[in-house]
């Protein structure tokens, strides 16, 4: 049920920025939405994964090993007696995770080797034995502000209703005074290790989208019997392992089930709408 609602939430979305023939909208599975009109039509939702998601290497699976891994890491970290600090792992796509409690605990011991180190990036150096990593950022301690007044505001704090520019200059200045002085503190919350993976996004693979059209053709028996069939291709921008560039010019694909395939990123309202040859002679 949780994946028909979010097969709904996107056509919902959908039929909001396309034209749909008129007809009567009826929520099924097999296909997965039924328009009654002046023909049946049944429209197939899928989401355009990158690379299929049973594949190791993929963004689907990998995604979810690195949260696993880092928060697992900081399970040990904590429990071998480690400081209170932050972490944040941006992960290499080139070496993706095979063994995720063993690289929890070669995690763990990165922490405990870094964490007397400065606030900042850290060097790749510093990580070398971690191939699975490509960035590191390392926060271990707070500024420690004074509360000696200044003297170009001797009032204190000016208040934000006062006006955005005077009360940013405060901050600025008291930013500067509590760097100059470079006194710190232990950081004050409880210390937190995430991920945050960066990506790059390339323009939608043709290989991909029509091994997509044929996984969604050889379940085409199970369906609805109905007059045509259209398959609607979700490319949902908040999700790593789907974000892409959808617009590719001269597009040609082909199928013996699908009138129409359609492309559509929700919030973008980036539609591509492909008629497809046949695959075969009927």
């Known amino acids: 049920m949780k994946q028909q609602a979010i097969e709904q939430h996107y056509f919902e979305m959908f039929r909001k920025a396309y034209a749909l023939p008129p007809g009567d909208i009826i929520y099924a599975d097999k296909p997965d939405v039924l328009l009654n009109g002046a023909q049946k039509?049944?429209?197939?939702?899928?989401?355009?994964?990158?690379?299929?998601?049973?594949?190791?290497?993929?963004?689907?699976?990998?995604?979810?090993?690195?949260?696993?891994?880092?928060?697992?890491?900081?399970?040990l970290f904590k429990e071998s007696g480690g400081k209170n600090i932050d972490l944040t792992f941006s992960f290499d796509k080139k070496?993706?995770?095979?063994?995720?409690?063993?690289?929890?605990?070669?995690?763990?011991?990165?922490?405990?080797?870094?964490?007397?180190?400065?606030?900042?990036?850290?060097?790749?150096?510093v990580f070398k034995d971690l191939p699975e990593l490509d960035f590191v950022y390392l926060y271990t301690r707070e500024l420690q502000y004074s509360d000696e007044p200044d003297p170009k505001f001797p009032n204190g704090q000016p208040d934000p209703s006062e006006?955005?520019?005077?009360?940013?200059?405060?901050?600025?200045?008291?930013?500067?005074?509590?760097?100059?002085?470079?006194?710190?503190?232990?950081?004050?919350s409880p210390g937190r290790w995430q991920v945050g993976q960066g990506h790059s996004f390339g323009l939608m693979s043709i290989k991909r989208l029509t091994?997509?059209?044929?996984?969604?053709?050889?379940?085409?028996?199970?369906?609805?019997p109905c007059d045509a069939y259209w398959l609607l291709i979700i490319v949902d921008f908040m999700d790593a392992a789907q974000e892409q560039e959808i617009r590719i010019d001269g597009l040609t694909v082909k199928s013996?089930?699908?009138?129409?395939i359609i492309v559509y990123k929700p919030n973008f309202e980036h539609i591509v709408e492909i008629t497809p040859q046949l695959a075969s002679t009927r």
């Open 41 to 75: 039509l049944g429209i197939e939702i899928t989401n355009f994964y990158v690379v299929e998601g049973a594949s190791p290497a993929s963004e689907q699976v990998q995604g979810k090993l690195r949260k696993t891994a880092v928060a697992e890491g900081h399970r």
């Open 256 to 260: 013996d089930v699908f009138q129409k």
């Open 95 to 125: 070496h993706p995770i095979q063994n995720v409690k063993d690289l929890a605990k070669r995690l763990a011991a990165f922490g405990r080797r870094v964490e007397d180190g400065d606030n900042g990036a850290l060097r790749k150096d």
């Open 211 to 224: 091994e997509i059209i044929g996984e969604k053709e050889a379940k085409a028996k199970q369906y609805v």
């Open 163 to 188: 006006g955005f520019t005077a009360y940013a200059e405060y901050a600025n200045r008291r930013e500067a005074r509590a760097l100059q002085r470079g006194i710190y503190k232990p950081l004050q």
